[in-house]
């Protein structure tokens, strides 16, 4: 099946700076590429998300970057705040099998220091 | 709803007992989802469907885990004899038809087995 591995597993970053967080993936019929905040207790929640006829995507502090032919797609925050603090999984769309179903990264636990 | 709604929120069972979940996914969404996520963050796909049809149930336990989506009633997941290892919380997600790929996730029933 589809394996994707997500780095780093923690991150402490100061407020104002960047965070990024890279996934690798072994399948290159992935087609979807979505990425997932879930903040402590809450359902995950949909951030920002690329397709593969498209390099990079950005949506004012987040972006999302994706090589595949390299097969690997990071999430950028640029001047992190307090409240990005939160858990972020990475997750692909198993279209080549025709599932539907998302693989899931096994998350950044990202923390942003006031 | 313009929301994944799940019920209920937190349920408790003892070993060998019987559990049931309830989802209600955002109206005119044709497929739903069903993720476990167990305490190390990492999510398990069980099964989806479309409408009322069984999508792919690849990650279903087959021997006490079933489930169902019936017209003009919520989804729902059955655990029958609930073991320990049963414990997690079970996300449901909906998407469109057309943009099957962009799932929405509900807020959760978080099961502890005891």
């Known amino acids: 099946g589809e394996n994707v591995e997500q780095h780093p597993s923690t991150l402490s970053v100061q407020e104002g700076d960047s965070a990024v967080i890279k996934c690798t993936y072994s399948d290159s019929a992935s087609n979807y590429f979505p990425w997932y905040k879930q903040e402590l207790g809450k359902r995950p929640q949909l951030i920002i998300d690329?397709?593969?006829?498209?390099g990079e995507k950005k949506d004012q502090r987040i972006a999302v970057t994706l090589n595949k032919t390299a097969k690997h797609f990071s999430l950028h925050i640029t001047e992190t705040q307090p409240e990005d603090s939160a858990v972020y999984f990475c997750?692909?769309?198993?279209?080549?099998?025709?599932?539907?179903?998302?693989?899931f990264g096994s998350g950044t636990r990202l923390q942003v220091q006031p | 709803g313009e929301e994944v709604a799940q019920t209920p929120k937190h349920l408790v069972r003892g070993e060998g007992q019987k559990a049931k979940l309830y989802c209600a996914p955002i109206?005119?969404?044709?497929?739903v989802f069903w993720y476990q996520q167990v305490l190390k963050n990492e999510f398990k796909f069980l099964i989806s469907f479309q409408n009322e049809n069984v999508f792919d149930e690849t990650g279903m336990p087959k021997e006490r885990f079933s489930a169902k989506c019936l017209p003009n009633s919520p989804c729902s997941l059955e655990i029958q004899a609930t073991k320990l290892e049963d414990s997690a919380v079970y996300f449901c997600?909906?998407?469109?038809?057309?943009?099957?790929?962009?799932?929405?996730f509900g807020p959760g029933t978080r099961l502890t087995v005891l």
């Open positions: 997750a692909l769309d198993g279209m080549d099998t025709g599932r539907r179903a998302l693989t």
């Open positions: 997600a909906s998407s469109q038809s057309n943009r099957a790929n962009e799932q929405f």
């Open positions: 690329i397709r593969s006829n498209v």
């Open positions: 109206k005119g969404h044709s497929y």
